[in-house]
Nanobody, 120 residues
Framework: QVNLVESGGRVVQAGDSLTLTCDAN????????IGWFRQAPGKDREFVAA??????VYEDSVKGRFTLSRDNDKNAIHLQMNNVIPEDATIYYC???????????????WGQGTQVTLSS
């Protein structure tokens, strides 16, 4: 079993950049596909991006702005967010699963989330 902890959420302005990190303990993340999701209050959870052993996929609204990367030395995944827009301001969750199919769903392990807030 892998335990996930997100960090890096903070208050930003439109156009800013920030990096969210998903740290893991209990197992090595190299064995897992990792997904990032976000959920605003009163809305459904939304897929953001995912990385497996062979590919990385992004939701259309974040393509070209967000970048996922593995940090195997630290057993972590980083989500680099550039040119933040108001729609990006919400709670972000990382999730893990052992297979590499259907990267938009089917995750078994979830973190508690980290908040990205846009200042006016």
């Amino acid at each position: 079993q892998v335990n996930l902890v997100e960090s890096g959420g903070r208050v930003v302005q439109a156009g800013d950049s920030l990096t969210l990190t998903c740290d893991a303990n209990g197992d090595t993340l190299r064995r897992y596909s990792i997904g990032w999701f976000r959920q605003a209050p009163g809305k459904d959870r939304e897929f953001v991006a995912a990385i497996s052993w062979i590919t990385t996929v992004y939701e259309d609204s974040v393509k070209g702005r967000f970048t996922l990367s593995r940090d195997n030395d630290k057993n972590a995944i980083h989500l680099q967010m550039n040119n933040v827009i108001p729609e990006d301001a919400t709670i972000y969750y990382c999730a893990a699963k052992r297979d590499s199919y259907e990267l938009g769903s089917g995750y078994r392990y979830w973190g508690q989330g980290t908040q990205v807030t846009l200042s006016s």
